[in-house]
């Protein structure tokens, strides 16, 4: 059994709530070589020290980031049909990071990178402030019990930590096949002075974003997928 387990920071001495829970799986020859190939050359250790995107990508192009990217699809074809950009990639379960890895070590893909860890920690401690054009966040877990609802990702807490990231202009870009979820996000995002919703509700689809197996599923079961856009502006 392959270890699928990633390190957290507890805050104020008290366990964090998460938006996750961590399983084990096996893991295939390829995903196992791919860590053993890949991971110093296309993933990122956690630190508590900010990001040179500079001279992590050998660039100054606008950076994105992937929260929670799964199995890693999407983030792999939007970063393939985009090179004028960088991704950064964070994902806690060990499955969906050790293939997405696979895959970009194997096509040396010099656009994305990715990190294996809470993602709030990562945005706390290694994200400057204002250096992010835009947030991807596709099918994050819903937690549709009402028990639940604490550790679903988007909150504003969160929400406010989105905008402290972003530069002036950026987004904040997220779908759901979870109509109550959805919901929340647009309650959510409206409480934040520093979003503004140019659609006044959900957005269009965006025809840069890739179909994936599980919005598949999601359709297949007669979910409504759905969008939501959000910009950050100046507070002033």
Known sequence: MQDDRVETIPQDGRRTVKSFV???????????????R???????????KELDFQALFHNERPVFVEIGFGMGD?????????????????????????????????SEMPNLRLIRFDAVAVLESMIPDASIAGFHIFFPDP?????????????APFAQLLAKKLIEGGYVYCVTDW????????????????????????APPVPWRPTTSFERKGLEKNHPVLEVWVRRVSEH
């Open 38 to 48: 890949f991971t110093d050359r296309y993933s990122i250790k956690y630190q508590q």
């Open 22 to 36: 961590l399983r084990s799986s096996r893991l295939a020859p390829f995903q196992v070589e791919a860590l053993e």
């Open 143 to 155: 937690w549709p019990k009402k028990k639940h609802y604490k550790r679903r990702l988007i909150q």
């Open 179 to 202: 109509e109550p979820y959805a919901q929340q996000m647009l309650e959510v995002f409206e409480t934040i002075p520093a979003f503004e919703n140019p659609y006044g509700g959900y």
């Open 74 to 106: 999407a983030a792999y074809r939007i970063a393939q049909s985009k090179p004028e950009y960088n991704y950064l990639g964070i994902e806690v379960f060990l499955n969906g990071f050790a293939k997405l890895l696979h895959r970009v070590g194997s």
